[in-house]
DNA sequence: AATATGGCACAAA
DNA sequence: CTTTGTGCCATAT
């Protein structure tokens, strides 16, 4: 694997609350941006469930993910509305304002998972 | 080993 | 702005 999902894991723990990813940053971040779907399967069969918070991961134009259903999708939408992103018809709403992407390599690699 | 599928991204039309 | 088509990486069978 060219991917370290560790690495990945500890990467989307840096994103502070009310703020959200795309799987494009992840992947770039964990040094594959064409990873960017695998980033997907690393959240879809990610061990650390509350730790890692996988939805707060959206795609690049802002849109949620594809997730397993409506009904899933929108219980993701109301934790990440109390998390004080809107989510406006499938669009989180200001997503450039909410857009998180400044990864601290280095902090990842030093950080420590449960 | 080969094929299909999936919580993606991007260019082109 | 929307729809197609293509590329990419990691699993499942």
Redesign the pocket.
Known sequence: ???D?NLVYKLLKQVPKGKVT????L?NAAG?P????????????NPYAPNVP??R?V???GRL????GKARIDDKIKMLREEGVLVKDGRIVDFKKHYFDKFSIEKAMRATLP
């Open positions: 694997m060219k991917i999902r795309s799987y494009k940053a992947a594959n064409k990873a960017s779907r695998a980033i997907g399967m690393f959240m879809k069969t996988c939805h991961v795609y690049s134009d993910g594809g997730f397993s």
